[in-house]
């Protein structure tokens, strides 16, 4: 059983930058791929982030890349999203997810599947002010 604890969100203005930070509980961090999604209001929750277990490689979404970064330290348990330039539309509510699947290739679309999370936060609200 992982529990996962989301902080950093709040309200930005617009070219802004948030870091976000997932706290998982348990001495297994490292044995799970760790993905960022999120949700805006009226929409599905979508993909924004993964990164494979020894932090070696990541994954963006196209309407983030270049703005976003993933990051995590499994020697504190916890994954980041470190977000620049913010625009309106990345106003969400941010979840961290933990995955015990797959083969850690975090290049294709396996890992952008919430299907593939076993775990997930409970959010933590962006807002983007233009």
């Known amino acids: 059983q992982v529990q996962l604890v989301e902080s950093g969100g709040g309200l930005v203005q617009a070219g802004g930058s948030l870091r976000l930070s997932c706290a998982a509980s348990g001495r297994t961090f490292s044995r799970y791929v760790m993905g960022w999604f999120r949700q805006a209001p009226g929409k599905e929750r979508e993909f924004v982030a993964v990164?494979?277990?020894?932090?070696?490689?990541?994954s963006t979404a196209d309407s983030v890349k270049g703005r976003f970064t993933i990051s995590r330290d499994n020697t504190k348990n916890t994954v980041y999203l470190q977000m620049n330039s913010l625009k309106p539309e990345d106003t969400a509510v941010y979840y961290c997810?933990?995955?015990?699947?797959?083969?850690?290739?975090?290049?294709?679309?396996?890992?952008?599947?919430?299907?593939?999370?076993?775990?997930w936060g409970q959010g933590t609200q962006v807002t983007v002010s233009s």
């Open positions: 997810a933990a995955s015990s699947r797959g083969n850690d290739r975090v290049g294709g679309y396996y890992y952008t599947y919430r299907s593939t999370y076993d775990y």
């Open positions: 990164i494979n277990r020894s932090a070696g490689s990541t």
